[in-house]
């Protein structure tokens, strides 16, 4: 079980940090967001709750659009519109 | 945030509370809570004390995690990823108990004794705030993070239980990091010989250096006139609540202004502005600020439960009422307990951690933490320690029925944080005469100001925490062939 980040498609990331807790889930998705072009789609992947909101505020503070919210299992699957 | 979907499937009783097996396994928790209670008190009247501790516990569980009010992450996420939403949750806590120990204070049962103040408080914070960036969680939020089945959380605990079990207990080459004026001054203290406070390093850190500062409240040291201008004024006002407001504000310009100009296209912001702004900041993680309110109002509430139990008894401390029911054997050589008599986390699980390496023999009680203060009772009857299980339950409980319980087993990264992050905190709450609930909420919300100086080591140490762990996660990326 370790962090993965992969590209999918042209302009199109995943980032699954199912299995870690705070603060691996919010510092990843912050590194990687800080890396993808405006316009980049990030599909994070996480079952860490609480990472869930500082992840959010972030999105919030930072101008990135949070668009989509599934939860199944425990899991969360979140897509983000990088600014 | 345009689309928000919960594909959870359901059964025909889709829509009935008893539908899910989550508040299924939710309730059964609260129903045996309930049995073991009333058992309990058909047992004995007495044991009411230790059940304010268990229910109080609970509904801190239940506020934790409907909050993921963790504040470890009140400095971690500000430094981290630049989100002040738990530090905005934790200062509105405060604000609130603050309110809540004063019409206690006034009531007369306040139970807070001021800490010394010292070099310790802001080394022991650091220690802590550093530690609690690796493991994930502080003392509180590791025990709420274990409710809702996170293994790596219950690790957390495990570590700081035996970690400070050892710290307090340590002799030997420790006694050699000792100033010669400690030891000097231990041995003037009068202590019973059994405890040989003159070896061990932390019985002389306690009798040559804490015994020797002082701690007072703010109104006591302002020499306030009165009880209630003491506690509202003194204590709750220039304590903790204007304190509070300027961290807020000083979090708005640094931490969120920048955003919220630019959300809301502002480009000359006026006072209104920022004003909003910082209202939007309180009310941003609505979750939190309620969770914020809940455990100030609750933590006051304990407050006041324990000291009218203490003055119906005619008690100072639950050690005398273990003593009349014939539980003797856990008991200090003063007949005391453990029992601060509000949230506290981290003495209680030094107390499991040294129980059971007594049953195993390699515990002694020559030593003031356990011998003379704490005792080391079974945590069948650890009233504190029941107030942690009752954040596990509590937590769990609402885990379930929000459907976030998952059995979470770490990998070994994980496990090896939480092992060296728990040691960590274990040794900076034993430096600080507690974690962040009992050297900074506690306190700061009584008008003792060492709980400000423990916030500065641990913004300190949070800040520190980071910056290693953000060269750990280059060097796992590295690692792991991928580049972020």
Known sequence: MAVKFEKVADGDYLLDVTGYVCPHPQMYTKKVLGKLESGDVLTLLFDNPSSGESIIAMCDSEGNDLFQRTEEGGTSQWKIRKA | MSEQSNAITMDGREGLWYGHKGNLYAMLILGLVMIGSVWALSLDTRWIYLLVYVWFGIGYGVLLQYGRFCMASAVRDLFAVGVPRMAVGMLIAVVLFSLTAAVVKVM???????????????????????????????????????????????????????SQAIYVTLGGWFDRLVPASWTESAATKGMPEELTVTEGWFDQFTAGYIWDLQGSTLAESLEFEGEVAGAFVGNAFLGAILPSLVLLVYLYMFAYR??????????????????????????????????????????GLHMWATGALRDHYQIFNFGELLADMGHTAGLSLQ????????????????????????KAGVMSRDNIFFGLENGIPNPIINAPGWMSIGIIFGAAVIALSRREFKWKVPNLETAMFALIGGALMGLGARLAMGCNIGAFFATVTNGDLSGWVFLAGMTLGGYLGVKAFSRWMEWRAGKDEFDI
């Open chain 2, 108 to 162: 007369g049962v306040n139970t807070f004794h001021p800490h010394p103040i010292g070099w310790h408080v802001i080394i022991g914070g650091a220690i802590f705030g550093f530690g609690i960036v690796f493991t994930g969680g502080c003392a509180s939020g590791s025990l709420y993070k274990s409710g809702e089945g996170n293994l790596g959380a219950m690790l957390v605990v495990l570590s700081i239980s035996f």
């Open chain 2, 258 to 299: 920048k955003g919220y100009l630019r959300r809301y296209k502002i480009e000359m912001p006026k006072l209104g502005d920022h004003l909003r702004g910082i209202w939007s900041m309180v009310s941003s993680s609505r979750n939190t600020a309620i969770a914020g309110l809940g455990l100030g109002l609750l933590a």
């Open chain 2, 335 to 358: 007949d005391t307990v453990f029992d601060p008599g509000y949230w506290y986390i981290t003495t209680q699980e030094a107390q499991w951690g040294a129980w059971i390496m007594e």
